[in-house]
Every structure is written in C-alpha cells, then in structure tokens.
C-alpha cells in the first residue's frame, strides 16, 4: 500500500470494495497523481469498482434468467442477412421503454424467422439494464406447473406468484402446440396475475393472436382465450419478424 493512502486503502477493502482499494495504490503510485483534482481521482477509482460490479450483476441476471451464454444482440435486430423488421418498432422498443411502461411484446413469424434469437436479445438487453428476467420454453414451463399443481397445491400457487413477479417473463414458442383445459387455466392465472402486478411479457409465436382460441382447450368457452390474449396483446406492441 502507498502510505499517505495506506488508511484509505484497508477502509475500502473493509467495505468489500477490492477492486477501488487496488486502484487507489496503483494510481498513488503514479508520477501525475497529485496534480489530479479531486473529481479526476474519484472519477478513476468509481469506473473500475462500477464496471466490475455492473458486469457481475449482469453476469448473474443472465444466468438466473436462463440466458447465460447467449449471444443474441439488439443490434442484430434489423432488416438484412434474410430477414425483414420493421425497423421503426425496433428502434422503439430498443428503448426497453415498453418495460418501464409495463406493457407486454408478441414476437409474430413463421418457424425458422427468428423468433426466438429476437425474444433472447430483448432478455438479454434487459439484464443489461437490471431488469429481472426470465426464459422459459413455453411448453415445459406449463408441464412444470401443471405436474405441480397436482403434487402440492400450495407450492404450485407459491411458483405462480414467483414468475407473475418476475419483471420481464419470456415464454418462447407460446401455443406451439395446442393445450388442454388445465393448462390453459394455469397460463390463464399466471398472465392475470402479471396483470395486475404489471409486469412485461414477452412471447414468442409461430400464430395470429386472433386464433389462439383454437390451440387452447376451453370447450365453447370463448372468454378464456380472450382474457389471454386481450392480457398479452392489448396495450402493447407486435413485432413480425419475416424471412426475406
């Protein structure tokens, strides 16, 4: 440790803060530091400490989310290489805005478009930006909760308020195939109740909103369909992603 530094150095690494601790010797160490002024040092110390951090946390939203490893990017998201956007929404949504706002995302296109990969660069943008996020494969998600719920009621309803809370839910292949009526009522609960929380769902789909009622098994029971869909389409965006 540099001595006029010395006291300053162990309080950081008291506070856990290693990284700003090793910068400050090192940069006590150099010929220019005392003609820094006080906001150039703190400046220098913070970046590495906030950098660090930052990258950590997104590191362990990533992997919590079921994106770690992914390497799908916003930028990515343009018309090119054989596929189409309508650039304008992307650039719209690219904001995360749609998040804060608590509105939802429909990610519309035929199979092998690139759904998947544009609901994957939304999750992984949003970890980016501390939003707790998670991925699921639509199909083995409802599975899950339905095996559950027969097993144990009460730790069932405990993982339905688990992802209705979480910020942004990605349920990737939604209605891919078509779902019985137990099913449909627990993907009926979980978006009521990220509703009303207002948290941001994203889906992706191989179909038009307006026929999901044929893949959901709701006997002539047309007002479930409809709650699902109006919870997921009204009030937010439709992103149609097309192959060139």
């Known amino acids: 440790m540099a001595k006029n530094t010395a006291d300053i150095e162990e309080m950081l690494e008291y506070l856990q803060l290693d990284r700003m601790a090793e910068g400050l010797d090192r940069l006590a160490r150099t010929p220019g530091f005392p003609s820094f002024t006080p906001i150039q040092a703190l400046r220098e110390l913070i970046t ?4 660090a951090q930052k990258n950590y946390r997104t590191e362990k939203s990533l992997r919590l989310g079921k994106l770690k490893g992914c390497n ?3 930028e990515n ?3 090119g290489n054989g596929r189409i956007y309508n650039d304008n929404i992307i650039s719209q949504l690219a904001t995360l805005e749609f998040i804060q ?3 939802n ?7 092998g478009a690139g759904k998947t990969y544009a609901a994957k660069a939304f999750g992984v943008a949003a970890c980016n930006a501390d939003y707790r996020v998670h ?8 599975d899950d909760l339905c095996i559950l719920k027969r097993r144990d009621l009460a730790k069932y309803q405990k993982k339905v308020r688990y992802f209705a ?5 990605i349920l990737d292949d939604f209605l891919i195939t078509h779902i019985e009526e137990e099913r449909a009522i627990i993907l009926f609960t979980l978006l009521k109740q ?3 929380l207002g948290t941001s769902t994203i889906v992706s789909s191989q179909y038009n909103p307006e026929t999901w009622n044929r893949y959901l098994g709701v006997s002539d029971d047309y007002a479930m369909p409809d709650g699902i869909r109006r919870r997921l389409i009204d009030q937010g965006f439709v992103l149609l992603v097309e192959k060139a």
């Open 48 to 51: 590495e400490e906030y950098v």
């Open 72 to 74: 799908a990017q916003m």
């Open 77 to 79: 998201l343009r018309t």
């Open 101 to 103: 706002d608590r509105r």
């Open 105 to 111: 995302l429909c990610i519309l296109g035929e199979s």
């Open 135 to 142: 991925f699921a494969d639509f199909t083995m998600l409802l």
């Open 165 to 169: 809370r979480i910020q942004v839910l």
């Open 194 to 196: 990220r509703d009303e």
